[in-house]
């Protein structure tokens, strides 16, 4: 019970870490389209990480299911608003400045 | 309680409070907006913190997200003057980025005697909140009286109890609320329809590729809150909202939905819910029963039917709230404004 | 001395604040959205006061009166904010105004 216990508590820690570099990384980057991707690391990556750890600790098959289930539908929501935001800022930037960013 | 969930509850609090006073000090109502929604959504740990999950997902659907796009909504239309007629071009790349959604500047008082005066005065309030939550007796209000009702409300669930059945009166006046905010809406903004809003952005292909493989995913969901209010938390609120996001988001894909359906089917809808819990409320009072008072043993099965007609009538209502006002600027080419005085510039 | 402080006074003293601010806001914020935005921050806190009430002890589950009630007055209150929101575009298109001041 133990060496489950220890498996959930390593990938919070883990999906955490995530939370706090896409964090830091929203509040520190420079630009909207490098903020976008720390966003999305801690979207993608730091919530997977918490539900698989979470998944050592669930009594029923359902409830694991929709665990997974709240986590894909996190990820297509993210990646939409993320690309929905992204093609905004795209189309609002002046081409130059974007191809001076781009370089 | 422990020291860990006494830090955690602090923590969320003073969240709360910071996230208020940033919404409310900050200079562009753009910032306002999205403090605001992170304000509800933090709102929504609080109540989860407090064990009332129904309250959490009531928050976090109605509160942060319902009003948090109404609010962006409208700043679309504070963003841009109000001459946008047929003479100019409302579309202009500059003109969203203008100050006119800037206050002009910090709320501040004339004197300092009066801001001094206006602290103490709030200041003294928080106390009197506190010291009368402090005093008061300590029964556990209704619990009990609940409790020992709940077997024969139909239902698991208390709050759904409360709601639907032993207080299913306020439920259905809510709707009937919800109904008069929308006609009070129709009244505000004239007799505009729900057409659809020249978007100067389309959203692109992802948004309507991903709301084509949600939309029934998202009913479904729906229609399985509905079912746990039964035993869980969950009901017709949280239920109908879901059903408003479908339509919201299924309008900012850019596929058109409300000029679609036809208008006796849009009435039907709102009105559904009200005229539902009317219906069983009469056949009660038939019955020779108090207004709205169920018969114990079929309950849980009328409960379902009015918490599914109050659901189909508070998505219709919610998305016509969205549905209506977006389309409305997009009307000022119509006849019911065109000819009044313009008697201030904001541009100025 | 914290020991003793439970999680519902905790938030009921937040509710106290948040009220002020909710109220300092209607009345210090010119803009008609924020003033929106403040009569919906002082409802919520009012919620938060009944909520944290309802939470005080803890027998087979929390009193679901005032859950109830928070619950219906969550959907009225964005209702009226809603209805708020539609006066306020009325003004700003029939006026060019979003403020009550007279020299906006």
Same mark, same amino acid.
């Given at each position: 019970?133990?060496?489950?216990?220890?498996?959930?508590?390593?990938?919070?820690?883990?999906?955490?870490?995530?939370?706090?570099?896409?964090?830091?990384?929203?509040?520190?980057?420079?630009?909207?389209?490098?903020?976008?991707?720390?966003?999305?690391?801690?979207?993608?990556?730091?919530?997977?990480?918490?539900?698989?750890?979470?998944?050592?600790?669930?009594?029923?098959?359902?409830?694991?299911?929709?665990?997974?289930?709240?986590?894909?539908?996190?990820?297509?929501?993210?990646?939409?608003?993320?690309?929905?935001?992204?093609?905004?800022?795209?189309?609002?930037?002046?081409?130059?400045?974007?191809?001076?960013?781009?370089? | 309680?422990?020291?860990?969930?006494?830090?955690?509850?602090?923590?969320?609090?003073?969240?709360?409070?910071?996230?208020?006073?940033?919404?409310?000090?900050?200079?562009?109502?753009?910032?306002?907006?999205?403090?605001?929604?992170?304000?509800?959504?933090?709102?929504?740990? *609080?109540?989860?913190? $407090?064990?009332?999950?129904?309250?959490?997902? +009531?928050? !976090? =659907?109605?509160?942060?997200?319902?009003? #948090? @796009?109404?609010?962006?909504?409208?700043?679309?239309?504070?963003?841009?003057?109000?001459?946008?007629?047929?003479?100019?071009?409302?579309?202009?790349?500059?003109?969203?980025?203008?100050?006119?959604?800037?206050?002009?500047?910090?709320?501040?008082?004339?004197?300092?005697?009066?801001?001094?005066?206006?602290?103490?005065?709030?200041?003294?309030?928080?106390?009197?909140?506190?010291? *009368?939550?402090?005093? $008061?007796?300590?029964?556990?209000?209704?619990? +009990?009286? !609940? =409790?020992?009702?709940?077997?024969?409300? #139909? @239902?698991?669930?208390?709050?759904?109890?409360?709601?639907?059945?032993?207080?299913?009166?306020?439920?259905?006046?809510?709707?009937?609320?919800?109904?008069?905010?929308?006609?009070?809406?129709?009244?505000?903004?004239?007799?505009?329809?729900?057409?659809?809003?020249?978007?100067?952005?389309?959203?692109?292909?992802?948004?309507?590729?991903?709301?084509?493989?949600?939309?029934?995913?998202?009913?479904?969901?729906?229609?399985?809150?509905?079912?746990?209010?039964?035993? !869980?938390?969950?009901?017709?609120?949280?239920? #109908?909202?879901?059903?408003?996001?479908?339509?919201?988001?299924?309008?900012?894909?850019?596929?058109?939905?409300?000029?679609?359906?036809?208008?006796?089917?849009?009435?039907?809808?709102?009105?559904?819910?009200?005229?539902?819990?009317?219906?069983?409320?009469?056949?009660?009072?038939?019955?020779?029963?108090?207004?709205?008072?169920?018969?114990?043993?079929?309950?849980?099965?009328?409960?379902?039917?009015?918490?599914?007609?109050?659901?189909?009538?508070?998505?219709?209502? !919610?998305?016509?709230?969205?549905?209506?006002?977006?389309?409305?600027?997009?009307?000022?080419?119509?006849?019911?404004?065109?000819?009044?005085?313009?008697?201030?510039?904001?541009?100025? | 001395?914290?020991?003793?402080?439970?999680?519902?006074?905790?938030?009921?003293?937040?509710?106290?604040?948040?009220?002020?601010?909710?109220?300092?806001?209607?009345?210090?914020?010119?803009?008609?959205?924020?003033?929106?935005?403040?009569?919906?921050?002082?409802?919520?806190?009012?919620?938060?006061?009944?909520?944290?009430?309802?939470?005080?002890?803890?027998?087979?589950?929390?009193?679901?009166?005032?859950?109830?009630?928070?619950?219906?007055?969550?959907?009225?209150?964005?209702?009226?904010?809603?209805?708020?929101?539609?006066?306020?575009?009325?003004?700003?298109?029939?006026?060019?105004?979003?403020?009550?001041?007279?020299?906006?």
């Amino acid at each position: 019970m133990s060496f489950v216990n220890a498996f959930t508590i390593i990938f919070c820690l883990a999906g955490a870490v995530f939370f706090l570099a896409g964090t830091v990384g929203l509040l520190r980057f420079p630009d909207i389209f490098s903020r976008l991707h720390a966003l999305t690391k801690a979207d993608n990556l730091g919530l997977g990480l918490i539900v698989i750890g979470l998944l050592f600790q669930v009594d029923s098959f359902s409830t694991g299911l929709k665990m997974l289930f709240i986590w894909s539908l996190a990820l297509a929501a993210g990646s939409n608003a993320c690309y929905a935001i992204g093609r905004y800022a795209f189309l609002r930037t002046p081409r130059e400045k974007t191809r001076e960013a781009s370089e | 309680m422990t020291l860990l969930d006494q830090v955690f509850d602090i923590v969320v609090c003073l969240l709360l409070l910071v996230l208020a006073w940033r919404t409310l000090s900050a200079t562009h109502l753009y910032q306002s907006a999205i403090f605001f929604i992170a304000f509800g959504l933090t709102m929504a740990l *609080a109540w989860v913190r $407090l064990a009332a999950p129904d309250v959490a997902l +009531a928050e !976090a =659907a109605i509160g942060a997200g319902l009003l #948090g @796009v109404l609010l962006v909504d409208s700043l679309r239309v504070f963003a841009r003057p109000p001459e946008t007629g047929r003479d100019s071009e409302p579309n202009k790349p500059e003109s969203r980025d203008n100050d006119v959604t800037t206050s002009r500047r910090r709320p501040q008082f004339n004197s300092a005697v009066a801001s001094v005066t206006a602290g103490a005065g709030c200041l003294f309030l928080a106390y009197v909140l506190v010291a *009368a939550i402090h005093d $008061l007796p300590d029964g556990g209000g209704l619990t +009990a009286q !609940a =409790a020992e009702n709940l077997s024969r409300s #139909g @239902v698991e669930h208390p709050v759904t109890a409360v709601l639907l059945n032993f207080r299913g009166f306020d439920t259905w006046l809510e709707v009937g609320v919800l109904f008069l905010a929308m006609l009070g809406i129709f009244c505000a903004g004239g007799l505009v329809g729900f057409s659809e809003t020249e978007n100067p952005d389309p959203p692109g292909p992802l948004l309507s590729w991903l709301i084509r493989g949600l939309a029934p995913v998202m009913i479904l969901t729906a229609a399985y809150l509905l079912w746990l209010g039964k035993l !869980a938390p969950g009901g017709a609120f949280q239920a #109908g909202i879901l059903l408003a996001a479908v339509g919201i988001l299924l309008r900012l894909a850019g596929i058109p939905l409300m000029d679609r359906v036809p208008r006796t089917v849009i009435k039907l809808g709102l009105t559904f819910g009200f005229g539902t819990f009317l219906v069983f409320g009469i056949i009660a009072l038939l019955a020779d029963k108090a207004f709205l008072e169920y018969p114990s043993e079929w309950a849980g099965e009328v409960i379902l039917l009015v918490e599914a007609a109050a659901a189909i009538s508070i998505g219709f209502t !919610a998305f016509a709230f969205f549905a209506y006002l977006n389309s409305r600027d997009q009307s000022t080419g119509n006849g019911d404004t065109a000819g009044q005085p313009r008697e201030t510039n904001p541009s100025q | 001395m914290i020991a003793e402080i439970e999680s519902h006074q905790i938030y009921a003293g937040t509710a106290g604040i948040l009220f002020c601010l909710g109220l300092a806001g209607l009345f210090m914020c010119g803009h008609f959205l924020k003033k929106i935005i403040a009569t919906k921050i002082l409802g919520t806190s009012v919620f938060l006061l009944l909520v944290s009430l309802a939470n005080r002890n803890q027998m087979e589950f929390a009193d679901p009166v005032p859950h109830a009630m928070v619950i219906t007055g969550i959907v009225v209150a964005v209702s009226a904010s809603a209805f708020a929101l539609a006066l306020a575009r009325r003004i700003w298109k029939e006026t060019g105004r979003s403020t009550f001041e007279d020299n906006p």
